[in-house]
């Protein structure tokens, strides 16, 4: 799979067609999610045809359209990377089964979504998903230079990781971490800002796809 194209055909939607989605479609990605569940811990769910979680009375900064399907992240707490990293693995498995997606942290109704907490445990956020009325669009972004210490002398796999990395969503589309090259070895840490525990696992995860390198690539 080309991951970039992947990347860069996905964007966040907000509005979507009065739809369900196809078996197939559903078959990914719930494959993916019980995937990504048996390697974290997380219980992230697949909830379908389920209308009062995203159910506006009235239009306001942030509203969906339509939408009846998503995506629970939920796992024991100060867990917040995993369910960037591994929410992001479902998005991604999303796009290329042609359901759009975008995450969302506080623009639902938390009392009307249908998610089982087990004791001890937290839902972070939710992921709107569906088949969007458009396919959304670019958003501004920063550099490279902006986000890490890249120089004409670096190498091509951290050149495509970075590419990689400034195509993650992220909260606001603030873009906060920072990444910098130790050898064969990369460190990536968050800056101040709301989610950016989230957003760094989300980035972390495009990071090693875009460069073609494995979790082992991290600095310690």
């Not at 995937?35 to 239009?59: D, T, V, Y």
């Amino acid at each position: 799979m080309d991951w970039l194209e992947l990347m860069r055909a996905r964007h966040s939607v907000r509005r979507f067609l009065d739809k369900p989605l196809e078996g197939a479609a559903v078959e990914a990605i719930q494959a993916e999610i019980d995937a990504c569940n048996r390697e974290s811990g997380l219980h992230i769910q697949l909830i379908l045809n389920e209308p009062e979680a995203f159910r506006a009375e009235k239009a306001h900064y942030g509203s969906f359209e339509g939408c009846k399907n998503y995506l629970a992240l939920v796992g024991p707490k100060d867990r917040d990377e995993a369910v960037g990293y591994y929410g992001q693995r479902i998005v991604l498995a999303a796009q290329a089964a042609g359901v759009n997606s975008c995450w969302v942290a506080l623009t639902y109704k938390k009392g009307k979504a249908k998610i089982e907490i087990p004791a001890g445990e937290t839902n972070y956020m939710v992921i709107a998903l569906g088949y969007g009325k458009t396919q959304g669009s670019p958003r501004k972004s920063k550099t490279p230079e902006q986000i890490s210490d890249v120089t004409d002398a670096s190498p091509d796999w951290y050149r495509r990781g970075l590419e990689a990395v400034l195509l993650a969503p992220t909260a606001i589309n603030q873009q906060r971490f920072r990444f910098s090259l130790e050898g064969d070895k990369v460190r990536a840490r968050r800056l101040f800002g709301p989610c950016t525990k989230v957003d760094l696992g989300i980035a972390k995860l495009h990071f090693e796809l875009g460069s073609g390198r494995g979790p082992d690539l991290w600095a310690k």
